[in-house]
Nanobody, 120 residues
Framework: QVQLVESGGGLVQPGGSLRLSCAAS????????MGWYRQTPGKQREGVET???????NYVSSVRGRFTISRDNDKNTIYLEMNDLKPEDTATYYC??????????????WGQGTQVTVSS
């Protein structure tokens, strides 16, 4: 099993910044990618930004120029630097780790989620 521990969420005013962290531990052996997803009540979880082991990133267009994902492979930790936060960024943010195993599509692990609230 893999454990993902997130930290860094909170309440911030519009235009403010937050930094999320996610540390992975456990049975880590063939990681493909890690990333951040977010979800609000009644909506589907959406991918915010992901990063592969090789450093390739993908992000949703709404965070372009504002959010930056980074990764410390030695520590199995990822970060999400969020700047110029907007009320629509309010959500529960989940850390994800995808790694390859014996199954065709690999396996996904999720953190417990950390709340980000952007409000004045």
């Amino acid at each position: 099993q893999v454990q993902l521990v997130e930290s860094g969420g909170g309440l911030v005013q519009p235009g403010g910044s937050l930094r999320l962290s996610c540390a992975a531990s456990g049975d880590i052996f063939s990681v493909n990618a890690m990333g951040w997803y977010r979800q609000t009540p009644g909506k589907q979880r959406e991918g915010v930004e992901t990063i592969t082991t090789g450093g390739t990133t993908n992000y949703v267009s709404s965070v372009r120029g504002r959010f930056t994902i980074s990764r410390d492979n030695d520590k199995n930790t990822i970060y999400l630097e969020m700047n110029d936060l907007k009320p629509e960024d309010t959500a529960t943010y989940y850390c994800n780790l995808h790694q390859y195993d014996k199954t065709p599509h690999g396996v996904n692990y999720w953190g417990q989620g950390t709340q980000v609230t952007v409000s004045s």
